[in-house]
Antibody, heavy 122, light 108 residues
Framework: EVQLVESGGALIQPGGSLRLSCAAS????????MSWLRQPPGKGPEWVST????????YYTDSVKGRFTVSRDNSKSTLYLQMSSLRAEDTAIYYCAKDLSVHSNDRIFDFWGQGTLVTVSS | ETALTQSPATLSLSPGERATLSCRASQSVDIYLAWYQQKPGQAPRLLIY???NRATGIPARFSGSGSGTDFTLTISSLEPEDFAVYYC??????????FGGGTKVEIK
C-alpha cells in the first residue's frame, strides 16, 4: 500500500525557516518523480515544486524560487522541502505527491499524503 | 502561465442526477488535463488523467472528455459520496503546473 507521510509543519514567524519531510513507502521511491503542493485555507491546491526521479532536476513556482529547496534521499525514501524567508502567504497545508508512472516524471499526482500545516504568523 | 477556469462554482444536485463540470484553459493543453476530487479534511484524489483516462479504482460513473482548451467531467449518476469539490489541473504548459478554482458539488 502506498503511503506518504508528511511532517515538520509548525507555527513559524515571518522570515523564519522550516524543513518539511515526506516519508514514502509501498512503492519504489527512486523510480518516481515527486512534488510538493500546498493548499491555503479555504482555497484550491497550488503546485510548489517538483523533483525528478533521479534527483538531478528540480522545478519551482515563481513565488518560492530562491526561498524553497526540494531534495530527496532515495536511500531513505524521503522527500524534503527546505523553506526559508517564510511569508504570511506561505501559510497552507503542504502535501507531497507522487507521479502516476514510473520514470515518467509525468506530474500526474496519483497519491497524496495527508498534509502538514505550515502557519506563518507573528 | 496557463489559467484554468472552472464552472460553475457550485452545482446543486440530488443523488441520482447527472453532474457536468467544465474546465476551460487559457491556452491549449492538448489532452494533458487531470481531474481531482477533494472532500473536507482530505487530500485531493486523482479521478481522471489525460482528459479521459480513469485512475485506478475510480468508478465508471466518472468520465472525462475534451481536448485543447475545453474539458468536461461528467458524473453519470451522483452517489452520496460524490458530493465534494472537484479541481482540474494541467501539465502541458509548465512550469508552473496550474489548477482550476474548483467546482463544489453540493446536495440540493
Amino acid at each position: 500500500e502506498v503511503q506518504l507521510v508528511e511532517s515538520g509543519g509548525a507555527l513559524i514567524q515571518p522570515g523564519g525557516s522550516l524543513r518539511l519531510s515526506c516519508a514514502a513507502s509501498g512503492f519504489t521511491f527512486p523510480n518516481y518523480g515527486m512534488s510538493w503542493l500546498r493548499q491555503p485555507p479555504g482555497k484550491g491546491p497550488e503546485w510548489v515544486s517538483t523533483i525528478k526521479d533521479g534527483g538531478d532536476t528540480t522545478y519551482y513556482t515563481d513565488s518560492v524560487k530562491g526561498r524553497f529547496t526540494v531534495s530527496r534521499d532515495n536511500s531513505k525514501s524521503t522527500l524534503y522541502l527546505q523553506m526559508s524567508s517564510l511569508r504570511a502567504e506561505d501559510t497552507a497545508i503542504y502535501y507531497c505527491a507522487k507521479d502516476l508512472s514510473v520514470h515518467s516524471n509525468d506530474r500526474i499526482f496519483d497519491f497524496w499524503g495527508q498534509g502538514t500545516l505550515v502557519t506563518v504568523s507573528s | 502561465e496557463t489559467a484554468l477556469t472552472q464552472s460553475p462554482a457550485t452545482l446543486s444536485l440530488s443523488p441520482g442526477e447527472r453532474a457536468t463540470l467544465s474546465c476551460r484553459a487559457s491556452q491549449s493543453v492538448d489532452i494533458y488535463l487531470a481531474w481531482y476530487q477533494q472532500k473536507p479534511g482530505q487530500a485531493p484524489r486523482l479521478l481522471i488523467y489525460d482528459a479521459s483516462n480513469r485512475a485506478t479504482g475510480i468508478p465508471a460513473r466518472f468520465s472525462g472528455s475534451g481536448s485543447g482548451t475545453d474539458f468536461t467531467l461528467t458524473i453519470s449518476s451522483l452517489e452520496p459520496e460524490d458530493f465534494a469539490v472537484y479541481y482540474c489541473q494541467q501539465r502541458k504548459n509548465w512550469p508552473p503546473l496550474t489548477f482550476g478554482g474548483g467546482t463544489k458539488v453540493e446536495i440540493k
